[in-house]
């Protein structure tokens, strides 16, 4: 019995000493061998199909000294600006290829936990990412919530653009992709839904574009600035075109992706309180009526004219925004009929309607899309008029 | 003789059964094959999930107190009886390396990467196997707290993810043939409904014999419920990537973010399959344990617990060389596999008692 008390007592110490050595697991992995991937670049050469990555990674000490010295992303050291992030980049036949060029120059492994956009260069869009999206779909570290974004040029190039409020640039952009959707210029796509976009035979993905302009600072310096410019269009995984800027918004009241936002008429600027939108597929005698039913509520910003306000100046500006938004959606429509890309999802939401139809229609869907008839019905609103009910200065 | 001297009841019980159903499934919903109707095909697999429980608890209301093994040496005599409890133990067996090849797997791909899987398996199984030690009631006890634990977290997870759906990702319903819905459907009765055949070792601990059934009735059903909603809620978040993700529900949690602040939280879903796997895993092994000490005849089932769990890792390891080869056993192999175990012997092994007008000496003979 006293011999059996010994023993446990052994054990006990034995098996506090193998917990110290056990502590954590084979993986664990120490911030200073990491580096933290904020936005990763990806370029598509045309012709041979090689790939060049892109990262934009965090100099951790570099954030943390600026946030001290309380100057963000304006930080100075010596005069020099702070640099907050590191661009590295390689040349290679796939990306995992890129990863092991890579290790010849990085000293850290590169880490994607923390990525906040991926950057595709304009041709390697066109080219096709069908690349990116498998190796994302396969690697368990890839998150299903990072932004999407198509660069007007190549995507090494706006991933070195420092700018704004941020200190790192990967985060505003994102924050610039992120803020444009809410108030509804242009979408903000997640890595989830381009592959969900993708995994429909017939929607088209989209994702914003960003393009670079120069401007001239306090002393002539020009400074590099980074803003949204436009939607692109995927057919498939390849780039087909580009929605402009009032087409991007025809598609989000299209796709009940508006919230809030500006609304600007002849006669008034109105800001968006409300807004939802239905998308109503019918077939009739063979042919496919697609009826987008939008409901918008608003209040009123500024009126451009003298009058006092009265039910009939209401009611107008009423019938101006609903006309406005029509044509905002019309022209989406017609961009998408001449691209022949489906970015609203109209197939979809006949598949949803029609299920045992839609088994002929979705093989020939292409030849049918630019022929769909496409009805917009807009009721607006106007809740508010601000504080004052007459004009200041009459005419 | 008495192998097993702890007492179960019925709320325990209920919670050990809910707690076995979400097992692995909870990760892997069931009913996948049925695209983006895989929740109607889970609500099917409920449906012969009830079916298969009324069997095997109508089997232990005719012979109370006594586990399958014991049942199936009354009803088929000495040698018959021992090769149906053989393959029943086997059964038992091989879905516990079933269940740890997946929690493993599981683990590798998408927590611990560089973790060896031996080390992964032999932690889980000593902590199983010290438990299945103490005992059925100890590991109905643990059911209690882990099953509440886990409820918990499967709300809150659905709450938080309550922003991210989007219902027309479930529409059309019924948008597959109605073969591979039925399939499907089978298939989330095999995994993980019918698996509950393995309380036949389990429900003769029961301190009120008779409160058996609706324990197992009303697991079932609230397990079922709860992957009723988890699979419906995954295709909505998810879209057409819940249909060819191996892992759809931890993929959901990615997809989590409160305010940009709660977020990056799918490693509770990882706590999920660890501590349900570690129910399920717990009372298979305790089947296995119980069952051949039983048949032969042994004191005490404890000296069997280590060896059989080695042997259950050491399949584990060996069985499948990849994932996809997983994936395809579940979806493909394991409905037909499983149903001679799971409808086959609970039902041939009813008829064939009331034919033979068994037991003649009343139920309640210890």
Redesign the interface.
């Given at each position: 019995m006293k011999r059996l008390k010994h023993c446990k007592i052994y054990l006990a110490i034995l098996l506090t000493i193998i917990a110290l050595f056990l502590s954590g697991?084979?993986?664990s992995r120490e911030l200073d061998k990491l580096s933290i991937v904020s936005g990763l670049g990806w370029d598509i050469e045309p012709d041979t199909g090689e790939v060049t990555l892109t990262y934009q990674s965090i100099i951790p000490g570099e954030i943390a000294s600026s946030a001290g010295n309380g100057g963000g992303g304006g930080g100075q050291k010596g005069g020099e600006p702070l640099r907050t992030i590191q661009l590295d980049s390689d040349t290679g036949s796939s990306p995992y290829d890129v990863l092991s060029r890579y290790t010849q120059h990085g000293s850290r492994i590169p880490f994607y936990?923390h990525t906040q956009v991926y950057v595709f260069g304009w041709d390697g869009a066109e080219h096709g990412i069908y690349g990116f999206l498998d190796t994302q779909?396969r690697n368990?570290v890839a998150?299903?919530?990072v932004l999407m974004v198509v660069s007007e040029k190549k995507a090494s190039d706006i991933l070195g653009v420092q700018d704004g409020m941020e200190s790192i640039q990967a985060v505003g952009m994102a924050d610039i992709i992120k803020l444009s959707a809410a108030f509804s210029k242009y979408p903000a796509i997640t890595l989830?839904e381009f592959?969900?976009r993708i995994?429909?035979k017939t929607t088209a993905p989209i994702a914003p574009v960003i393009g670079i302009f120069e401007e001239t600072g306090v002393e002539g310096e020009k400074i590099k600035k980074i803003r949204i410019n436009g939607t692109a269009v995927f057919k498939g995984d390849k780039m087909i075109g580009k929605l402009n800027e009032r087409q991007s918004s025809g598609l989000l009241w299209a796709i009940d992706k508006v919230e809030k936002g500006y609304i600007d008429i002849p006669e008034a600027s109105l800001e968006i309180v409300k807004a939802k939108s239905r998308m109503v597929p019918e077939l009739r005698d063979g042919s496919i009526i697609i009826t987008i039913e939008i409901d918008e509520e608003s209040n009123l910003l500024e009126y451009k004219g003298h009058q006092d306000m009265n039910p009939d100046l209401i009611s107008k500006m009423e019938k101006a925004q609903a006309e406005e938004i029509e044509s905002q959606v019309k022209a989406a429509v017609q961009k998408s009929f001449s691209l022949n890309a489906d970015v609203f999802g109209f197939g979809?939401a006949v598949?949803?309607?029609y299920?045992k139809e839609w088994k002929a229609l979705e093989p020939k869907w292409d030849d049918i899309y630019p022929y769909l008839e496409v009805a917009v019905k807009v009721k607006t609103h106007v809740n508010e008029i601000g504080d004052v009910n007459k004009a200041l200065m009459k005419d | 003789m008495l192998l097993e001297k702890g007492k179960v009841s019925g709320f325990q019980l209920k919670a050990l059964v809910i707690g076995f159903v979400f097992g692995s499934s909870v990760i892997t919903p069931p009913g996948i094959v049925a695209g983006h109707d895989a929740w109607i095909a889970v609500f099917l697999g409920l449906m012969e999930g009830l079916l298969i429980a009324w069997i095997f608890t109508a089997l232990t209301r005719q012979f109370q107190n006594k586990t399958i093994v014991e049942i199936n040496s009354l009803v088929y005599g000495k040698i018959l009886g021992t090769c149906m409890s053989a393959l029943f133990i086997w059964y038992l067996f091989h879905l516990g390396s079933l269940v740890l090849d997946h929690y493993v797997r599981f683990f590798n791909?998408?927590v611990?990467?560089?973790?060896?899987k031996t080390?992964i398996l032999v932690l889980l199984m000593l902590v199983c196997a010290s438990t299945v030690g103490r005992g059925i009631e100890v590991i109905a006890r643990c059911s209690l707290i882990l099953t509440a634990f886990i409820l918990l977290i499967v709300v809150s997870d659905t709450l938080l993810l309550i922003p991210h759906i989007d219902l027309?990702?479930l529409?059309?319903v019924?948008?597959v043939p109605a073969s591979q819905l039925l399939w499907a459907g089978h298939g989330a009765a095999s995994f993980p409904f019918g698996e509950t055949a393995a309380f036949l070792m389990v429900l003769a601990f029961l301190n009120k014999s008779e409160s058996g059934s609706s324990a197992i009735f009303g697991g079932l059903l609230t397990a079922g419920f709860v992957l009723i909603v988890i699979t419906a809620r995954n295709a909505a978040v998810?879209?057409?990537?819940a249909t060819?993700s191996n892992y759809p529900s931890y993929?959901a949690a990615?997809?989590i973010?409160a305010g940009e602040i709660f977020t990056?939280v799918e490693v509770v879903v990882a706590i999920n399959l660890i501590t349900m796997g570690f129910l399920k895993i717990s009372v298979l092994l305790y089947g296995t344990v119980l069952g051949l000490a039983q048949v032969f005849n042994f004191h005490s089932y404890r000296p069997l617990i280590l060896p059989v769990g080695i042997l259950m890792v050491i399949v584990a390891l060996t069985e499948h060389t990849n994932t996809f080869e997983m994936i395809e056993f579940i979806n493909k192999s394991y409905p037909v596999y499983a149903v001679p175990f799971q409808i086959g012997i609970p039902l041939i092994t009813l008829v064939v008692a009331k034919l033979r007008k068994l037991p003649q000496t009343g139920g309640n003979q210890l």
């Open positions: 697991c084979w993986d936990q779909a368990p998150r299903p919530n989830l592959q969900n995994m429909s979809e598949h949803r309607k299920k | 791909l998408e611990y990467p560089a973790t060896p080390i027309n990702n529409l059309p019924l948008d998810l879209g057409g990537l060819i993929l990615q997809v973010d990056r």
